[in-house]
């Protein structure tokens, strides 16, 4: 797999996050993910497996209204030859309850694989970038 290759396909994952965030729809969220992915997002703690990226995207409902996701400065390293690295930044754009928004950097790392003919994210940890290290 190449990079140009990688590159296309995360932008198609980027492009289904997107549809999934204009109405906030926790199904087509949890379509994207691997049944046993793993996933670091902006709540406390781990989600793990379907159930708990479902939890998790659900968990924004009436807070999250929609929104967009732009992934920048992207590198890319080959895991397998159904399988890559993507590691980056994400430009959130946050359209909440009350006509309020928001807007949030995030470094975002990505695994994504082939899975049944289909391209998954098999991890998924976003955060934010610290001003200082953490010692």
Not at 12 to 24: I, L, Q
Not at 70 to 97: H, K, N, P, V
Request: one cysteine or more; charged letters at 20%; aromatic letters at 14%.
């Amino acid at each position: 797999m190449s990079e140009w290759v990688a590159a296309e396909v995360l932008s198609e994952v980027e492009a289904a996050w997107n549809a999934a965030a204009r109405d906030w729809n926790v199904q087509a969220f949890g379509a994207l993910y691997a049944p046993d992915a793993l996933f670091f997002g902006g709540r406390k703690g781990q989600s793990v497996g379907e159930a708990g990226i479902l939890a998790y995207f659900a968990s924004y409902l009436g807070v999250i209204e929609s929104a967009t996701l732009a992934l920048t400065d992207q590198q890319f390293i080959r895991l397998g030859s159904d399988c890559f690295l993507a590691q980056g930044y994400g430009e959130f754009t946050f359209f909440l309850a009350g006509n309020k928004t928001s807007k949030a950097r995030l470094r975002t790392t990505l695994v994504i694989a082939s899975i049944d003919g289909a391209w998954r994210i098999r991890q998924h940890h976003f955060s934010n970038e610290p001003e200082s290290p953490p010692i």
